[in-house]
C-alpha cells in the first residue's frame, strides 16, 4: 500500500511535466498507450489489464501515458490534457491502437499495435539489466 501512494505521488505529479518524455530518463520506465477512441475496446481492455497489478507498476518504476490525438492523461487519472506532440511523434496514421514500452534509458523496449498482457511486459522489464541489478540490491 505504501509503494501504491508513493506511486500516485510520483506519477500524479507527471501531469506537470506533461509530454516531456525525457524528463523521465534513469527515472522511471513509461508506457504509451495510443488510440484513436477513448472506448475502443482494444484501449479499455488495456487499461484494465494494467489497472489490475498497479503494485506491480511501482515496484517496477513505470509509469503510464494514455493518449488520443488530441489529448493525454498520466496512470489511471480520469483527467485529460490536451496535446498532441507525442502521438505524432510516435503513431503512424494508420495506427489505431499501440502500445510502446520505453526503458530508464528512454530507448524503445517494446512496440506493439495488440493489448500488452502483464506477463509479457513483466518478463520484459524483469530481464532489464537495470531492473537486475535493482532486484538484487533489494534481496
Do not use: C
Not at 506519477?11 to 509530454?19: E, R, T
Not at 522511471?28 to 477512441?37: A, E, G, K, P, S
Amino acid at each position: 500500500m505504501k509503494n501504491l501512494l508513493l506511486f500516485l505521488v510520483i506519477f500524479k505529479s507527471m501531469v506537470f511535466i506533461g509530454q516531456n518524455i525525457e524528463k523521465h530518463q534513469w527515472k522511471h520506465r513509461v508506457l504509451l498507450i495510443f488510440t484513436d477512441d477513448k472506448n475502443a475496446d482494444d484501449f479499455k481492455d488495456q487499461i484494465k489489464v494494467l489497472s489490475k497489478e498497479k503494485e506491480g507498476l511501482v515496484e517496477r518504476k513505470l509509469g503510464v501515458y494514455q493518449f488520443t490525438k488530441n489529448d493525454f492523461r498520466v496512470d489511471f487519472n480520469e483527467v485529460w490534457t490536451s496535446s498532441n506532440s507525442l502521438h505524432r511523434k510516435y503513431v503512424n496514421i494508420n495506427d489505431s491502437f499501440k502500445v510502446l514500452l520505453l526503458g530508464l534509458d528512454g530507448g524503445v523496449k517494446l512496440e506493439q499495435n495488440k493489448v500488452l498482457s502483464l506477463e509479457k511486459l513483466f518478463t520484459i522489464i524483469d530481464g532489464m539489466p537495470m531492473r537486475r541489478s535493482e532486484l538484487k540490491r533489494k534481496n
